[in-house]
């Protein structure tokens, strides 16, 4: 079961993981960049709010984006969240946000053995799907034990 090489290796917690491999999307990361925008910390201090977010989407979007860029913002914000969390790899952000789960401090609610079981069970079969590694129930573990420590960043 091998990482990607651009998971976060590092205490660093999502200073090392570059906009341009979270964002998916050339033009936002050029505007990302432009603002000052260059780390998936970065991203997650400039959207931690909903009014940082209305001014992230004007920035990285221009003055009338979309609604589903909107919602894509939200994505990579909450994504980065994630990303603070230690051995949490992007594509183990993008495998829990689509489980459902949208924040370290939801994923602190898994806390319990069943919990874990069940997100393991979902990632597992998203994993399967994207073809992504599969992370086992002892990182899953590892992780809601760590969210349990960190304070909510996103609101």
């Given at each position: 079961?091998?990482?990607?090489?651009?998971?976060?290796?590092?205490?660093?917690?999502?200073?090392?993981?570059?906009?341009?491999?979270?964002?998916?999307?050339?033009?936002a990361?050029?505007?990302?960049?432009?603002?000052?925008?260059?780390?998936?910390?970065?991203?997650?201090?400039?959207?931690?709010?909903?009014?940082k977010?209305?001014?992230?989407?004007?920035?990285?979007?221009?003055?009338?984006?979309?609604?589903?860029?909107?919602?894509?913002?939200?994505?990579?914000?909450?994504r980065?969240?994630?990303?603070?969390?230690?051995?949490?790899?992007?594509?183990?952000s993008?495998?829990?946000?689509?489980?459902?789960?949208?924040?370290?401090?939801?994923?602190?609610?898994?806390?319990?053995?069943?919990?874990?079981?069940?997100?393991?069970?979902?990632?597992?079969l998203?994993?399967?799907?994207?073809?992504?590694?599969?992370?086992?129930?002892?990182?899953i573990?590892?992780w809601?034990?760590?969210?349990?420590?960190?304070?909510?960043?996103l609101?």
């Amino acid at each position: 079961n091998k990482k990607s090489n651009f998971g976060v290796k590092t205490l660093q917690q999502g200073r090392d993981v570059s906009i341009d491999m979270l964002l998916y999307h050339p033009k936002a990361a050029s505007r990302a960049h432009f603002w000052g925008i260059k780390t998936a910390e970065d991203l997650l201090n400039a959207g931690s709010s909903p009014t940082k977010r209305w001014f992230l989407e004007r920035k990285l979007g221009g003055l009338f984006a979309s609604k589903t860029f909107k919602v894509q913002v939200l994505f990579w914000v909450e994504r980065a969240d994630f990303l603070r969390l230690k051995n949490v790899s992007l594509e183990d952000s993008f495998l829990l946000m689509m489980a459902g789960v949208t924040s370290v401090p939801h994923l602190a609610t898994c806390n319990n053995p069943i919990s874990q079981g069940a997100l393991a069970v979902s990632l597992a079969l998203l994993a399967f799907q994207y073809g992504y590694p599969i992370p086992d129930v002892n990182e899953i573990k590892t992780w809601s034990q760590e969210a349990t420590m960190m304070s909510a960043v996103l609101y």
